[in-house]
């Protein structure tokens, strides 16, 4: 049975930042390629950052330099940092895990992040 299971959000403030981690469990994580997602009330649920099995990162344009993915195989775990959240951040963030190969992917329940004074 897949699990992703996100965790770290929670309500900042402005400038503020967070960590979020999903914890991948019932797939081989290394072999994934690994992402952020977030939903936004009434929006459509969008990429944020994405990391290959081989470790390269992609992000969207609206948090390059404020946000940073990573992974720890040996964990089963992908993070991400958040620094200088705003307002605009405020959304329902998702894990997902993708194997190409064979059309697998997956996504956690999300984790609520809350920008806010």
């Known amino acids: 049975q897949v699990q992703l299971v996100e965790s770290g959000g929670g309500l900042v403030q402005p400038g503020g930042s967070l960590r979020l981690s999903c914890a991948a469990s019932g797939i081989m994580f290394s072999m994934y390629a690994m992402g952020w997602y977030r939903q936004a009330p009434g929006k459509q649920r969008e990429l944020v950052a994405t990391?290959?099995?081989?470790?390269?990162?992609n992000y969207a344009d609206s948090v390059k330099g404020r946000f940073t993915i990573s992974r720890d195989d040996a964990k089963n775990t992908l993070y991400l940092q958040m620094n200088s959240l705003n307002a605009e951040d405020t959304a329902v963030y998702y894990c997902n895990a993708a194997y190409a190969p064979l059309g697998f992917n997956y996504w956690g329940q999300g984790t609520q992040v809350t920008v806010s004074s």
């Open positions: 990391i290959t099995s081989g470790g390269s990162t």
